[in-house]
C-alpha cells in the first residue's frame, strides 16, 4: 500500500470507528502500518470512564421519598411538591446525561469505544424516563462495548431500563409476559425466522423472576420464578434465563445476526453476505470476542474498497460530533445539541421503539437534510436557528401542565464557538483549497465541488463551504 | 422512470435543455380540469392521548357520572346530540358543522393490544402496525410509495411544521414539512443552495449521494412550485389567531390555490390530562373547535368542502375512572372525528362506548383504527388498501 493510499485508509478508518480524525494525526498514522493505527483504535485508554450525572447515594435518597410519598393514601400540597420536583429533577439529569455524552463523544480519546457504544445503544435500544437506570445501562454498553457479547447481553437483560422497558419487571410464574423474551430473540439475537413462537412462551417462562429491587440493582426473585421444566429449542430442562442466553449463542444465527447488524453499520446499507458470512464465522469461533471481530472487520481488504468508502450518510448524532470535533467547537448553551438532534431525527436515550434506528436513508428527507446543509454555517458562524422542535409524545405531560402548546422556543441561537485558529494551525501554511476538500470530505472532490470554492481565498470560506455540502453528510 | 434516468433528466433540466422531468414545470404539468377531481385528506393529529369521553360525554350513562365525580361534564353544559351522547361545551363551535351534516363522530377506535406508552402507540396509530410490530415507514409515506399516478412529488403530502412525522416517510418516497412556504422558497433559492443543484451532474447515479441530490432537487422544485401556486391566492376568510388556526388557515390556503396536494398534516399537543384535567382539556379543546370551525367553513365558502376529508385521531384515549388528581390515566380506545361535504354517514357513525363492559377498566375497541385508514385509501385516495396497510381491511361505510 502506498502512502497515498494510507492517507486514504486511514482516514476512512477514522471515520468509520470514530468521528473523524484531526489533520496531523492523520499525517503521522499514514507512516505506519494500518495494523497499527487500528490497534490503537483498539486498545482504550482509562478504560473509558463511566458516565456519572446523577450518583447511587443521589439516586437512593430519591428512591427513599418516593416509596414514603406512594405508601399513602392522600398528599399534602408539600408532598405534592416534593414528588414534583423529584420528577423535575430527574427530567433535568435525563437532558444532563444526553449532553454529557454527546459531550463525551465530541472529545474523547476513544473513539471506537464510543462508537461502539452508540451502536449497542441503538441495538439495545431503550427507553427510560429514570436517568439513573439509563446511565446505568449506558455504561453497561460502554463498558463491554469492545469486551463479550455474552457479558454485554447477560447484563444488558438484567438492567432495570430493560427489564422496566420491556415488562420483565411483571414476568411472572403463572402470569408470564413475553415482551422481554419476544425483543431478545427477534432484535437482540436471532432475528426473524430462527425461533418459533413456542420459543418465546418458553423463553419468557424462565426468565419468570428477573426483576430489580429498589436500589436499581438486579434481584432473581426465586418465588416468581417459574421452576417447572420447559422446552426450548427443542430441548427441556428446568432452564433460568441464563441457560435461555447460552441457547441462544450457540445457535451461530446470532452471530450472523449481529455482525450483519455490525455491517450495515460500520461498512455498507446493503449488507455482502459473504463477507457477513466470513465475520460471523470468526465471531462465533472466537466465543463472541467483541474487540476481535472488529479488528477482522477493520483489517478486512474490503473494508477499504471503492463500494465502502465515502457512501454511508452519517447518522445525526455521527454528524454533530464530526463538524463539533473537526473544528473543535465549544457549546454555551449546550442545549442546542438536543434540539438539534431531536429536529435531525436522533435523540440519543430515546429510541423511536425497541427496533431502534432504522439508519440509512431515512435519515433523510427534504425538511431534514434542509437543516443539515444549514447546520454547519449555523455553527461555525454562531447563527440563529429557526426551526422548531415537534414535542415528544413523553413530553407530554409536562406541555400540559405548562400551559404551553410547544416547549421549545422558535428561534434558538446556536451560541457555539468553533476554535478557528486551532483549526487552521493544523495544516501547512501552503494548502491548497481543493486538498483542505479532500480532506474534509469522503467522496471524492470532483469539478462540482473545486467550482464552488474556488473562488475562496481564505481556508475558513473554504471549510464553510465545504461542510454545507451533500458529500459531507457522507462517510 | 428509474432513478437514473430521473437524476439525468433532472440534471439535464437544470442545464437548460429541453429534456424536462414533469416536477419541473409545474404549472405546464398542472391541467386545470384535473383540479376538480382533487380530493384532499386532511390528517389532524390530537398528541398525548385526548380524553375522549370528556370530548363526546355519554350523559345517558350513570357509570361515567359515578367513575368521574370530579371531572363529569353535568348534564345541562352537555351539547347534546342524541339522548346519549353530546358535546364537551369547550366545542360549541363543531355544533354548527354538526347540524350541516359535515361532521361524523366514530366511537370506540383502537387496536388489539394496545400499549399505553405515548410513543409507541404513536408510532402504531402512525406506521398503522400491529402492537407487536415495528415499522419503519408510515402509513401515508406507503400510500406515496404505491404507484399512484400522482404520489411522485413530495407535495403530494405536506406536513404544515418544521419536521416530518414518522408518518410521512415511505420507502422511497417522503412527503415534505413546511411550516411557511416562503421561507423554504427562499432556503432553496440560496444562491449557494442554487449553485450545488446546479452544477449537478456528476454523481448522480451513486447511490446515496444521489439519493442526496434527488432529495435537494426535490425539495427545491416543490418550494417554488408549492410558493408560486399559493402566492396567487388571496385568502379572506378570518381565523382565530393560535398556532393550530394558523396551521389550518396554511393547508386551507394550499386547497384553495389549487396545489396538487392529497394528503395534509397538522398537530395540537398537550393533551396528556393527568392533573387538573377539566381547564386544560378544555382550553385545548376550544383551540381545537375554533380553529376546524373557520376551517371548514372557509373551505365550503370556497367550493372546496367537497373535495376534502378532514380526520382527527389521539394515540389513545383515557381511562374510564378519574384519577386522584381530577385528571385521567392513559387509556385505550377512542373516538375519532371526520369532517367534509360529502360524508355518507353523517352524525355518530355507531353505539356510544359501553361502559359496563369493560377490560379491566379500559373501553373494548369496536372499530380497528386500520379499518378507518382503508377506508380512507380505497374510497377517497383510490388506491387498493392492501397495498398501503399489508393486508387487506375492511371498509367502513363513512364515505
Redesign the interface.
Known amino acids: 500500500m502506498d502512502r497515498k493510499d494510507n492517507f486514504t485508509n486511514i482516514k476512512h478508518l477514522y471515520n468509520r470507528a470514530g468521528f473523524g480524525i484531526a489533520y496531523p494525526d492523520l499525517l503521522q498514522l499514514s507512516k505506519r502500518k494500518i495494523s497499527k493505527a487500528i490497534k490503537g483504535l483498539l486498545t482504550v485508554s482509562n478504560q473509558g470512564t463511566e458516565l456519572t450525572v446523577i450518583t447511587p447515594d443521589e439516586f437512593k435518597q430519591q428512591q427513599l421519598i418516593l416509596s414514603g410519598l406512594n405508601g399513602k393514601k392522600e398528599l399534602s400540597p408539600d408532598e405534592k411538591q416534593q414528588r414534583e420536583d423529584i420528577t423535575k429533577a430527574r427530567n433535568e439529569k435525563s437532558r444532563e446525561l444526553n449532553l454529557s455524552w454527546i459531550q463525551r463523544m465530541i472529545t474523547t480519546e476513544n473513539p471506537l469505544l464510543e462508537k461502539m457504544t452508540l451502536f449497542w445503544h441503538g441495538h439495545f435500544a431503550c427507553r427510560s424516563n429514570n436517568p439513573f437506570y439509563a446511565q446505568q445501562l449506558n455504561n453497561i454498553q460502554r463498558n463491554n462495548a469492545l469486551g463479550n457479547f455474552k457479558t454485554l447481553l447477560l447484563e444488558v437483560s438484567r438492567s432495570p431500563a430493560m427489564l422496566d422497558y420491556l415488562n420483565n419487571q411483571q414476568n411472572r410464574k403463572g402470569h408470564p409476559n413475553e415482551n422481554f423474551s419476544r425483543e431478545l430473540m427477534e432484535l437482540f439475537t436471532l432475528g426473524r425466522g430462527n425461533y418459533t413462537e413456542n420459543d418465546i412462551k418458553e423463553a419468557a417462562r424462565s426468565f419468570t423472576g428477573w426483576a430489580y429491587n429498589k436500589s436499581g440493582d438486579f434481584e432473581f426473585n426465586q418465588r416468581a420464578h417459574d421452576e417447572k421444566e420447559k422446552t426450548f429449542f427443542g430441548q427441556t430442562g428446568t432452564f433460568d434465563g441464563e441457560a435461555i442466553i447460552d441457547r441462544i449463542l450457540a445457535r451461530p444465527e446470532t452471530a450472523t445476526f449481529i455482525c450483519r447488524k455490525l455491517y450495515i453499520f460500520f461498512v455498507n446499507d446493503t449488507p455482502d453476505e459473504n463477507h457477513v458470512k466470513e465475520l460471523a464465522g470468526h465471531f462465533y469461533e472466537q466465543k463472541y470476542d467483541i474487540s476481535a471481530l472488529m479488528n477482522s472487520l477493520f483489517s478486512a481488504e474490503w473494508f477499504y474498497s471503492k463500494t465502502n468508502t465515502g457512501n454511508k450518510i452519517k447518522s445525526p448524532v455521527e454528524f454533530l460530533v464530526n463538524l463539533s470535533r473537526e473544528f473543535y467547537v465549544t457549546y454555551s448553551k449546550p442545549q442546542i445539541l438536543i434540539q438539534l438532534q431531536s429536529s435531525l431525527g436522533q435523540y440519543l436515550f430515546n429510541p423511536p421503539n425497541v427496533a431502534g434506528w432504522p439508519g440509512g436513508k431515512t435519515w433523510i428527507d427534504s425538511s431534514s437534510l434542509m437543516l443539515r446543509l444549514k447546520i454547519p454555517s449555523l455553527v461555525l458562524n454562531d447563527g440563529i436557528l429557526d426551526f422548531d422542535g415537534k414535542a415528544d409524545p413523553e413530553d407530554e405531560a409536562v406541555i400540559a401542565l405548562n400551559k404551553k402548546q410547544k416547549p421549545r422556543p422558535v428561534r434558538s441561537y446556536i451560541n457555539a464557538k468553533a476554535d478557528w485558529s486551532k483549526f487552521l494551525a493544523c495544516f501547512p501554511k501552503d494548502m491548497k483549497q481543493t486538498e483542505l476538500a479532500a480532506f474534509l470530505l469522503e467522496p471524492p472532490v470532483d469539478k462540482k465541488i473545486s467550482d464552488v470554492i474556488a473562488s475562496n481565498i481564505k481556508l475558513k470560506n473554504t471549510a464553510i463551504a465545504v461542510t454545507s455540502m451533500p458529500e459531507y453528510q457522507l462517510c | 422512470m428509474e432513478r437514473r434516468d430521473f437524476l439525468k433528466n433532472a440534471a439535464f433540466a437544470a442545464a437548460g435543455t429541453l429534456v424536462v422531468p414533469a416536477f419541473m414545470k409545474p404549472f405546464e404539468a398542472l391541467a386545470l380540469d384535473e383540479l376538480s377531481l382533487y380530493k384532499n385528506l386532511v390528517v389532524v393529529q390530537l398528541?398525548?392521548?385526548n380524553d375522549g369521553l370528556n370530548t363526546v360525554i355519554p350523559f345517558g350513562n350513570d357509570i361515567y357520572y359515578q367513575m368521574r365525580k370530579g371531572i363529569a361534564i353535568k348534564p345541562d353544559e352537555v351539547i347534546k346530540l342524541n339522548d346519549m351522547q353530546g358535546l364537551n361545551p369547550n366545542l360549541n363551535c363543531l355544533k354548527e358543522l354538526y347540524d350541516q351534516g359535515w361532521m361524523t363522530i366514530i366511537n370506540d377506535v383502537g387496536y388489539p393490544n394496545p400499549d399505553r406508552s405515548?410513543?409507541?402507540s404513536?408510532?402504531i396509530w402512525q406506521t398503522a402496525s400491529d402492537a407487536?410490530q415495528?415499522l419503519?415507514t408510515g402509513w401515508i409515506g406507503r400510500y406515496l410509495d404505491s404507484n399512484c399516478e400522482t404520489c411522485k412529488f413530495?407535495y403530494t403530502a405536506i406536513e404544515v411544521?418544521?419536521?416530518?412525522?414518522?408518518a410521512?416517510?415511505g420507502m422511497s418516497k417522503?412527503?415534505?414539512?413546511?411550516?411557511d412556504p416562503a421561507?423554504?422558497f427562499r432556503?432553496?433559492n440560496e444562491p449557494?443552495?442554487r449553485?450545488?443543484i446546479n452544477?449537478?451532474?456528476?454523481?448522480l447515479d451513486?447511490?446515496?449521494?444521489g439519493?442526496?441530490?434527488k432529495?435537494?432537487i426535490?425539495?427545491s422544485s416543490?418550494a417554488n412550485y408549492i410558493q408560486n401556486t399559493s402566492r396567487i391566492y388571496q385568502p379572506n376568510y378570518t381565523y382565530p389567531n393560535?398556532?393550530?388556526s394558523n396551521q389550518l388557515k396554511t393547508v386551507s390556503r394550499f386547497i384553495c390555490s389549487g396545489l396538487k396536494t392529497r394528503v395534509y398534516y397538522v398537530?395540537?399537543?398537550?393533551?396528556?390530562?393527568?392533573?387538573n384535567q377539566l381547564n386544560?382539556q378544555g382550553?385545548l379543546l376550544q383551540q381545537y373547535a375554533e380553529g376546524m370551525n373557520a376551517f371548514v367553513k372557509d373551505l365550503h365558502q370556497n367550493n372546496k368542502l367537497e373535495d376534502t376529508l378532514v380526520i382527527t385521531f389521539s394515540?389513545f384515549g383515557r381511562r374510564v375512572a378519574q384519577n386522584a388528581s381530577n385528571g385521567t390515566d392513559h387509556g385505550t380506545a377512542n373516538n375519532m372525528f371526520l369532517f367534509g361535504g360529502r360524508l355518507k354517514k353523517q352524525g355518530i357513525y355507531n353505539g356510544a362506548p359501553d361502559l359496563g363492559n369493560l377490560d379491566n377498566g379500559d373501553l373494548k375497541y369496536q372499530v380497528d383504527f386500520r379499518e378507518v385508514y382503508g377506508t380512507i385509501l380505497d374510497k377517497w385516495l383510490d388506491v387498493n388498501n392492501s397495498q398501503v396497510l399489508n393486508k387487506r381491511f375492511n371498509t367502513l361505510g363513512f364515505i
Open positions: 398528541s398525548g392521548g405515548h410513543f409507541r404513536m408510532d407487536n415495528y419503519s413530495p411544521d418544521d419536521s416530518l412525522s414518522l410521512m416517510k417522503k412527503g415534505i414539512a413546511l411550516k421561507a423554504l432556503n432553496t449557494f443552495f449553485d450545488m452544477r449537478d451532474k456528476d454523481h451513486e447511490d446515496n449521494l439519493y442526496l441530490y432529495t435537494m426535490e425539495t416543490s393560535t398556532a393550530f398537530s395540537l399537543s398537550g393533551f396528556d390530562t393527568h392533573v386544560q382550553r394515540e
